[in-house]
């Protein structure tokens, strides 16, 4: 069962004015299962994407670089919607997977009566599979059908794979007493790491920014909530996190950062997009700890990345979180090799440095604090949420990642996906 | 069980003239178990070393690091003995750590009656606790006294921490009918990966090598060898491998690379180092499948090494390959996002590659490969040992690592280790 996930509580997710969601049970990979999603956005939204960097990327994945690539180039006036399948990732297809996604955005342009390249699509599932394009384009009519405002709930099951529990969150934040709402919706479980990972996330808003503001602040976003978070430390071929803003709140546009206001958004955004990034990790494959990793006083973010990932994926470490075991030589071992990974951690002086648990302090001056007992590591390590702080004591920057345990049930659920 | 490791034949692990090896039960964490072992080398010998670059190296790799700088420096005459205990790390421990590792070397130094700055000390097993030094110098008048030649084997057997296996090797190689004899020993089964892991190597020859000659092949070897293995991605904290050269054997000096009979004895030495690396592997923690995977056509060695690395310690591909599961697209994924540790793969082209599970093409532009069926794949991963090949068509470069699954002995054995 996920981590401290709560159910979601439909009441809680708004609505937003300008975006309708539509699903249909299009047998792709499961019977009687909700695996097809068309979001339609209204005109005059802005819409960003961010996408996996993994070189054997999706076909889907290329199509919406160059269907966004096409509103940048004026050759289209904006993206009118989304469709999302689960249940095949369309990777690892060749030729026949781009024409399967193209397909699959002239089918649904014809039905809404828009320009194909105004669609994004989106793919999940097992790789090197080819979609079975009848039964996913027989489904688009039906998902169309059913396009409301208020799908959102059944949007967040329609995207899931491996998924145990749907991911949604809402916030409102107020400008001059006009209210702007933020609504997301998240999916993977799975070969989750940066940048990205088998993970879908999709947020609007109706607030009123820009394009090129808004790819921005996604940018920024994204680093700071998708891309700090591993299950497993594999880069699936699909990830993709889309921001829409369709402008259809009554409160001021947010055009730059002074913008009034901005802050405030700014950070509902930001609370969302972690939320649903959190809500992967608590959904982990196997996961049954949350774990929480600060890297503070380190010369450059980078430092503080590396050496936060370097504890969150090594599975000598994840292995000790499951079995609630406060080994901290093996989170000692996994800072020492981060410099594999970052060259400048070379002269990482390990004899300044301070490891906590929770706020119990382990480990300083190159081994086992003297204050420390391990009892009070035991009564952090019981807990399902766990967080450990390294402090470098060599610069001003840090970083947080967010990471899960490696259980038995990780090896299990991946060495039986496929049967 | 390990994955096709052969028990030791005693009769095929030759002694090295120049080379003599004692051993104790000190109690140092279990009872009634070799667990302290002490080398004595000829005087006159090469002795050459490489050790982990985990910044959190442990305190013995320190001193042994400062002992070989003054056999450099000319302060002593060479290396006389190695002192290897297992149990206890003696990793994460501080300044009392080093005060430990000297009083080691000082308490052998008396009872051999040689100076304590030509030992080398290692030690493997828990970080993080310090060693019961009153146990591990009650034990070193044992292991001297029972100072012999033909202790090989069960020097195998003393240097073992979750290993389950002792990994012996001899082999020989004649120069003007003159004999070279080569033993090794290692050990290992976690916390391995370069650059190095929590893996022990000691090589002997009676060869006669130079110093500063030895040095240069010792790199090399351990880049080929020990430096390609990879059970979980975690570098530990006292890797080590040295390689003693006795200089006892009639044969011709070794010299420089055009000595007569060079290239004999650095295959021999090669085949020794890699077959104790495979060995780790084969007896890696929870392994049911031994995995080579070769990467050909790449632009450097650089790229061959981390598309290796990267499917080899990629959790999704180790819990397919324990499942026996061909399941590709986790290989070409594995692939794709190589390039987040080595920026020349950002253009790789995955049109044009093509993997080989066997001698079975799997997948080629950019997806299954039409010729390919299931059942063909399915036959390959059946087998306890299975060949994975990447060919990349972008260079003449290669390299091959060694890998093993991933299974849920693995998250019992680590989740269970300090219990």
Same mark, same amino acid.
């Given at each position: 069962?996920?981590?401290?996930?709560?159910?979601?509580?439909?009441?809680?997710?708004?609505?937003?004015?300008?975006?309708?969601?539509?699903?249909?049970?299009?047998?792709?990979?499961?019977?009687?299962?909700?695996?097809?999603?068309?979001?339609?956005?209204?005109?005059?939204?802005?819409?960003?994407?961010?996408?996996?960097?993994?070189?054997?990327?999706?076909?889907?994945?290329?199509?919406?670089?160059?269907?966004?690539?096409?509103?940048?180039?004026?050759?289209?006036?904006?993206?009118?919607?989304?469709?999302?399948?689960?249940?095949?990732?369309?990777?690892?297809?060749?030729?026949?997977?781009?024409?399967?996604?193209?397909?699959?955005?002239?089918?649904?342009?014809?039905?809404?009566?828009?320009?194909?390249?105004?669609?994004?699509?989106?793919?999940?599932?097992?790789?090197?599979?080819?979609?079975?394009?009848?039964?996913?384009?027989?489904?688009?009519?039906?998902?169309?059908?059913?396009?409301?405002?208020?799908?959102?709930?059944?949007?967040?099951?329609?995207?899931?794979?491996?998924?145990?529990?749907?991911? %949604?969150?809402?916030?409102?934040?107020?400008?001059?007493?006009?209210?702007?709402? *933020? @609504?997301?919706?998240? /999916? !993977? =479980?799975?070969?989750?790491?940066?940048?990205?990972?088998?993970?879908?996330?999709?947020?609007?808003?109706?607030?009123?920014?820009?394009?090129?503001?808004?790819?921005?602040?996604?940018?920024?976003?994204?680093?700071?909530?998708?891309?700090?978070?591993?299950?497993?430390?594999?880069?699936?071929?699909?990830?993709?996190?889309?921001?829409?803003?369709?402008?259809?709140?009554?409160?001021?546009?947010?055009?730059?950062?002074?913008?009034?206001?901005?802050?405030?958004?700014?950070?509902?955004?930001?609370?969302?997009?972690?939320?649903? %990034?959190?809500?992967?990790?608590?959904?982990?494959?196997?996961?049954?700890?949350? *774990? @929480?990793?600060?890297? /503070? !006083? =380190?010369?450059?973010?980078?430092?503080?990345?590396?050496?936060?990932?370097?504890?969150?994926?090594?599975?000598?470490?994840?292995?000790?979180?499951?079995?609630?075991?406060?080994?901290?030589?093996?989170?000692?071992?996994?800072?020492?090799?981060?410099?594999?990974?970052?060259?400048?951690?070379?002269?990482?002086?390990?004899?300044?440095?301070?490891?906590?648990?929770?706020?119990?302090?382990?480990?300083?001056?190159?081994?086992?604090?003297?204050?420390?007992?391990?009892?009070?590591?035991?009564?952090?390590?019981?807990?399902?949420?766990?967080?450990?702080?390294?402090?470098?004591?060599?610069?001003?920057?840090?970083?947080?990642?967010?990471?899960?345990?490696?259980?038995?049930?990780?090896?299990?659920?991946?060495?039986?996906?496929?049967?």
């Amino acid at each position: 069962m996920p981590v401290n996930l709560p159910e979601i509580n439909p009441a809680s997710i708004h609505s937003i004015d300008g975006i309708r969601l539509g699903w249909a049970e299009s047998n792709i990979k499961h019977k009687n299962r909700k695996d097809l999603l068309v979001i339609e956005i209204a005109q005059g939204s802005s819409v960003s994407g961010v996408f996996t960097q993994n070189r054997f990327c999706a076909a889907p994945v290329t199509l919406c670089k160059k269907h966004l690539a096409a509103v940048k180039n004026n050759d289209i006036t904006g993206i009118n919607a989304l469709v999302i399948n689960t249940g095949n990732a369309n990777a690892g297809t060749g030729e026949k997977g781009m024409v399967d996604a193209i397909a699959t955005c002239e089918t649904l342009a014809k039905i809404m009566a828009i320009p194909a390249e105004s669609i994004l699509p989106f793919s999940t599932g097992v790789i090197l599979e080819h979609l079975p394009m009848d039964k996913l384009l027989a489904g688009l009519p039906h998902a169309v059908d059913n396009l409301t405002e208020n799908n959102w709930v059944d949007a967040a099951s329609a995207i899931m794979t491996t998924d145990v529990a749907p991911k %949604a969150f809402s916030t409102q934040v107020s400008i001059d007493k006009e209210l702007i709402n *933020i @609504t997301g919706i998240s /999916k !993977g =479980a799975g070969m989750i790491h940066p940048n990205m990972a088998t993970m879908l996330g999709y947020v609007a808003t109706d607030a009123n920014i820009p394009q090129a503001f808004l790819d921005e602040i996604t940018k920024e976003i994204t680093d700071l909530s998708f891309n700090c978070i591993s299950v497993d430390g594999d880069t699936s071929t699909n990830d993709s996190f889309i921001v829409i803003a369709t402008g259809k709140s009554t409160a001021p546009a947010l055009t730059n950062r002074n913008s009034k206001g901005f802050s405030e958004f700014y950070n509902g955004l930001l609370e969302t997009a972690q939320y649903l %990034a959190k809500a992967i990790i608590r959904d982990g494959e196997g996961a049954t700890k949350f *774990i @929480t990793v600060n890297v /503070k !006083g =380190a010369l450059t973010i980078d430092e503080a990345k590396t050496i936060g990932f370097s504890i969150g994926k090594s599975p000598l470490v994840k292995t000790a979180m499951f079995a609630s075991d406060p080994n901290l030589g093996r989170v000692l071992a996994a800072i020492g090799y981060a410099s594999r990974e970052c060259k400048s951690l070379e002269n990482l002086d390990t004899n300044t440095l301070e490891l906590y648990f929770g706020d119990v302090l382990v480990a300083e001056k190159g081994g086992r604090a003297a204050s420390y007992n391990e009892d009070d590591g035991q009564a952090i390590m019981n807990a399902a949420e766990i967080d450990i702080t390294v402090e470098l004591h060599r610069g001003n920057e840090e970083a947080t990642i967010w990471t899960c345990d490696f259980s038995y049930d990780y090896v299990k659920i991946n060495a039986e996906y496929r049967t």
